[in-house]
């Protein structure tokens, strides 16, 4: 079946340091790959996607691309901040049929000042 | 528009109550989705609907939970004889046609003690 591996947390970084969140994932067809983020008692929020092969998905200085070669839609941030602490999902979607999502098992970020 | 939302945000229910949480998705999607969330997971699939008719049950979805969404609107969730491993944040999520952004609620945090 189609499944998501994120690397496992938590990722610790100081202010103002690059981020890398590491996601690859198997499917059947071809999936719609996601980023969710999820604040502390809060619901999930959409941060980017890409649909397609080579797409890069991009928000609020986060970036993502879709990597068909190897399966993988890594997020990277090229200066976090403590606002950025929160719990990141990587997702995907199969682009037919009922479309549900399939998510990893989700990444903490904590960021010191 | 004010998103999905998600009624009641926190349950506290003894084991063997029944419980039952509501979903309004945004009003214009007509697909609407159940997920569930343990703690340190990611959300896993319960149930999908379109419109009226609930097309998807996922294995998770034992005979103890029933959904509905009786006029293509909000749904509802309901849990019988609750047991502690239904403890979990209820997520739901809406999607409109021919579009692939989900939006997700707050969720409902259920705890069963």
């Known amino acids: 079946g189609d499944s998501v591996t994120q690397m496992e947390g938590p990722v610790t970084l100081s202010e103002e340091a690059f981020l890398t969140i590491n996601c690859t994932y198997t499917?059947?067809?071809?999936?719609?790959l996601f980023w969710y983020v999820q604040y502390p008692g809060e619901g999930l929020q959409l941060l980017l996607k890409?649909?397609?092969?080579?797409d890069k998905g991009s928000n609020k200085g986060f970036e993502a691309t879709y990597r068909k070669e190897t399966t993988s839609f890594h997020l990277e941030k090229g200066s976090v901040q403590v606002s950025d602490s929160a719990v990141y999902f990587c997702?995907?979607?199969?682009?037919?049929?009922?479309?549900?999502?399939?998510f990893g098992k989700g990444t903490m970020l904590l960021v010191s000042p | 528009d004010t998103g999905v939302s998600q009624d009641p945000r926190h349950k506290i229910t003894k084991r063997g109550q029944n419980v039952t949480f509501r979903c309004d998705p945004i009003?214009?999607?007509?697909?609407l989705y159940w997920y569930r969330q343990t703690l340190g997971q990611g959300p896993e699939f319960l149930t999908y609907?379109?419109?009226?008719?609930?097309?998807?049950k996922s294995r998770l979805l034992s005979d103890r939970f029933s959904a509905e969404r009786p006029k293509g609107s909000f749904s509802t969730l309901e849990i019988q004889r609750t047991e502690q491993g239904d403890s979990a944040m209820y997520l739901c999520?809406?999607?409109?046609?021919?579009?692939?952004?989900?939006?997700f609620g707050s969720g409902t945090r259920l705890t069963v003690v």
């Open positions: 999520a809406s999607r409109g046609q021919g579009t692939m952004d989900y939006t």
């Open positions: 499917a059947t067809g071809y999936p719609s």
């Open positions: 890409a649909t397609k092969a080579d």
């Open positions: 997702a995907l979607s199969i682009n037919s049929g009922y479309s549900t999502l399939t």
């Open positions: 009003s214009e999607h007509n697909r």
């Open positions: 609907f379109q419109n009226e008719a609930q097309l998807e």
